[in-house]
Nanobody, 119 residues
Framework: VQLQASGGGLVQAGGSLRPSCAASGSIFSINVMGWYRQAPGKQHELVAVTSGGSTRYADSLKGRFTISRDNAKNTVDLQMNSLKPEDTAVYYC???????????????WGQGTLVTVSS
């Protein structure tokens, strides 16, 4: 599975961005799809994931970030509003998927898209 993310960039504090991620390959099904991030000098952390119609957000991001998924297109978007300088990070797309050639599911990661929020 290949995950291609786009839509990061530079934005001023208070602004919005909407990164998008598309999964491709010989996919049988995707169970979980979502986003993680890693800020400079900090650990990798959950942003938001969605599975079977339910979603989970990092507590600190609830109300500002919204995840949406298109199962038919195997895409997931992250609407980020009211951005703060502390949201600056590389945002990684993630999915847990089953390929057509196997009965097992595996975790896959995209290459990351940089989001920079200036003060």
């Amino acid at each position: 599975v290949q995950l291609q993310a786009s839509g990061g960039g530079l934005v001023q504090a208070g602004g919005s961005l909407r990164p998008s991620c598309a999964a491709s390959g010989s996919i049988f099904s995707i169970n979980v799809m979502g986003w993680y991030r890693q800020a400079p000098g900090k650990q990798h952390e959950l942003v938001a994931v969605t599975s079977g119609g339910s979603t989970r957000y990092a507590d600190s991001l609830k109300g500002r970030f919204t995840i949406s998924r298109d199962n038919a297109k195997n895409t997931v978007d992250l609407q980020m509003n009211s951005l703060k300088p502390e949201d600056t990070a590389v945002y990684y797309c993630y999915c847990n998927a089953r390929l057509r050639s196997t009965t097992y599911t595996y975790a896959y990661w995209g290459q990351g898209t940089l989001v920079t929020v200036s003060s």
